[in-house]
């Protein structure tokens, strides 16, 4: 499977950016997809994830804020952030996983070059 990330960018806080991630050389709908975040100096964290029969999972830290939602007809999963804070800057991954979706990075086979989203004040 390949990804591939896009829709990173500079943004005011408050403001909203949505962030696509599209896979092929797999059936999409087997997959879980899941995005990860990593800033600087800090580990890799768990983001939100949508299994192939929608079943949704966040963190708390962007819960209400971040929507995950997938197209199956177009391969593609998104990411919608609102309200984005300054801690939301990170390089973001999106990633996949054959089965259920899970929030330890360690489970997902497979992932995408990342997309920088900076959140500045």
């Known amino acids: 499977v390949q990804l591939q990330a896009s829709g990173g960018g500079l943004v005011q806080t408050g403001g909203s950016l949505r962030l696509s991630c599209a896979a092929s050389?797999?059936?999409?709908?087997?997959?879980?997809m899941a995005w990860f975040r990593q800033a600087p100096g800090k580990e890799r964290e768990f983001v939100a994830d949508?299994?192939?029969?929608?079943?949704?999972n966040y963190a708390d830290y962007v819960k209400g804020r971040f929507t995950i939602s997938r197209d199956n007809a177009k391969n593609t999963v998104y990411l919608q952030m609102n309200s984005l804070k300054s801690e939301d800057t990170a390089v973001y991954y999106c990633?996949?996983?054959?089965?259920?979706?899970?929030?330890?990075?360690?489970?997902?086979?497979?992932w995408g070059q990342g997309t920088q989203v900076t959140v500045s004040s």
């Open positions: 990633a996949a996983r054959r089965g259920y979706g899970s929030s330890r990075s360690a489970e997902y086979d497979y």
């Open positions: 050389g797999r059936t999409f709908s087997d997959l879980a």
């Open positions: 949508i299994t192939w029969g929608g079943r949704l």
